[in-house]
């Protein structure tokens, strides 16, 4: 496997993949000054000779991934820890990073190159759009829908059945409980624009 972006992200990414015993091949970042992350080497893409492995983008920020996702022309690989929870009916899009502790219930349907990050819950029936983000601790309870290049903060809880737009931000400790429309930033219980 190989990823693209050394961050702290990447971090919790190479931790999956030392868990599954899976070779991490390259690792590469667009800043020259990032040589090493937890005694890896980092090159820069033109130090790779060929992407022929499959590839993960290890980065948090959303916009970036889209915009690195857009631009390669490789197969995209999964980062799912043996310790998240994910239901048989649910499906996961190529690119889609799942953390430890994590749980997507029944008939949820998450798509490219998103983030479920540590502990998170997803219930039943929800659809999550590409590029989005569930922080660490956020709670989607049953069909919940949430657009492109979201960012779910920490702790967030979104009610049953709420709509999220896409490119949205929701607070860290929200409590969502009316539809948000796209490119809102919406934080506080219950959940106000601002
Ligand atoms: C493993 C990982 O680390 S994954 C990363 C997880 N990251 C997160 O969860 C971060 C989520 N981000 C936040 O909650 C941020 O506070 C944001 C994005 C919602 C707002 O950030 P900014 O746009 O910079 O807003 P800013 O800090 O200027 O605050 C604007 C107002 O909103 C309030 N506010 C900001 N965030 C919150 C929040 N989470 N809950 C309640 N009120 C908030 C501020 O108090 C401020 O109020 P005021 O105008 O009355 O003083």
Redesign the pocket.
Known sequence: MILYGASGHAKVIIDIYKQLNVTISAIIDDNVKVTSILGCAVHTLDDIDSLSDNLIISI?NNNVRKEIAERLNVEFGNAIHPKAIIDKTSQLGVGTAVMAGSVINSSTVIGKHCII??SSSIDHDCILEDYVHV??NATLCGGVNVGQGTHI??GAVIIPNIKIGKWC?I????VVISDVLDNQ?V??NPARK?
């Open positions: 948090g990050n540590t922080s660490p903060g920490a931000v607070g860290a400790g929200s930033k934080v506080g601002i």
